[in-house]
């Protein structure tokens, strides 16, 4: 059984999963996509599971640095770029959203 923080946690966490799944579906074959989705999908398992904060806290972290590196454009084949996964206000958001998250369990009691 999840405590109240958890609980509140785990819907936060689940409802940024499914803002994430909206935004890259178009570039959902991208690689990049793919990883970041796995470590949504195990955030939400941290939590469910009742993993120690500090340990949500470094995989919350994790997915900051990553969807960051979203914005960057990388080169597909010589000589054309492909569109970024997220663009910069989607990706300021998720990672403000992440952060927010990250804090909270940083008030966790077992903090």
Known sequence: MLDQHYQTMYKQAASLQHQFH???H???HDPMAHVLRQEIHNL???IATNK?????EERLRTIQT???NT????????????NPLLN????????????Q????FRQHPKW
């Open 26 to 28: 178009p570039m959902a």
């Open 66 to 68: 990553q969807i960051r």
């Open 44 to 46: 939400t398992n941290d």
């Open 88 to 99: 910069h206000n989607q990706s300021n958001l998720l990672h403000t959203n992440f952060e």
């Open 101 to 104: 998250m990250r804090q909270g």
């Open 22 to 24: 909206d935004y890259s």
């Open 71 to 82: 914005q960057a454009v990388h080169p597909t084949t010589p000589g054309s770029y492909a």
């Open 52 to 56: 120690n904060p500090r340990t949500i």
